[in-house]
């Protein structure tokens, strides 16, 4: 069952700040998070592994709730490199291996 | 920095054409991933290698694609017949795993892909 993202797409202005969503119907092992920028291959930014671990990549964070069955992407203080698609990808728990890639959310920074 | 390599960047055909797609993993990495990626599907997993095994091909329509790894530096993604709606970028991605872990505790680095049109 694909991850679900919300929203499809935000646009902010640059040092503004976003919260990405990714909820899953199942129990998850853990949540991976993904940026691709157009025409790019994606990039790993993170893995959340335990329930309420949260991470740090630059001004990008993440936080997972296993309970919940969701993990949200923050990124505070947008740069314009900041731009790009946002994936996130769940692994199941009763899957040790099948990454699978929610729909994306698309990320505009204006200046 | 040590990256994914994929040939070719770009592939245009026609119908009906064999077309191989090739992946050079990260040297080290014992894990590689093929994915597609269209707009009405996003990405999809098509095939998962461990230490140069198939564990996983349930992604693939099996007719006409298949993914193989001769050797630890090479891996491929053939389809015959081509399709017009095989249309997509195929990314290779690969991973290190160790002993007795799952691999999804691990990041994984995707190549540039291949942007295939079949006409």
């Known amino acids: 069952q694909q991850p679900v993202q919300s929203p499809q797409a935000v646009i902010l202005r640059e040092g503004e700040d976003a919260v990405i969503n990714c909820s899953s119907s199942?129990?998850?092992?853990?949540v991976h998070w993904y940026r691709q920028k157009h025409g790019e291959a994606p990039v790993f930014l993170m893995i959340l592994l335990k329930g309420g671990e949260q991470k740090g990549h630059e001004k990008i964070s993440a936080s997972f709730n296993e309970k919940k069955q969701q993990s949200s992407l923050y990124l505070t203080a947008s740069q314009l490199s900041y731009s790009g698609t946002y994936f996130c990808g769940t692994v199941p728990r009763d899957s040790s291996y099948k990454l699978i890639f929610g729909s994306g959310t698309r990320l505009l920074v204006r200046p | 920095d040590a990256r994914v390599t994929q040939t070719p960047r770009h592939k245009v055909t026609e119908m009906g054409q064999e077309v191989t797609m090739r992946c050079q993993p990260i040297l080290g990495h014992n894990t590689v991933f093929w994915y597609r990626q269209t707009m009405m599907q996003g990405l999809e997993l098509l095939a998962y290698?461990?230490?140069?095994?198939?564990?996983?091909d349930s992604g693939m329509p099996k007719d006409r694609f298949s993914a193989e790894m001769p050797d630890a530096t090479l891996a491929t993604l053939k389809i015959q017949p081509s399709e017009p709606r095989d249309s997509a970028v195929y990314f290779c991605?690969?991973?290190?795993?160790?002993?007795?872990?799952?691999?999804?505790?691990?990041?994984?680095?995707f190549g540039d892909g291949t942007r295939l049109s079949i006409l």
């Open positions: 199942k129990a998850l092992y853990s």
């Open positions: 991605a690969s991973g290190l795993v160790r002993d007795g872990q799952p691999y999804s505790n691990q990041p994984q680095h």
């Open positions: 290698f461990r230490n140069r095994a198939p564990l996983d």
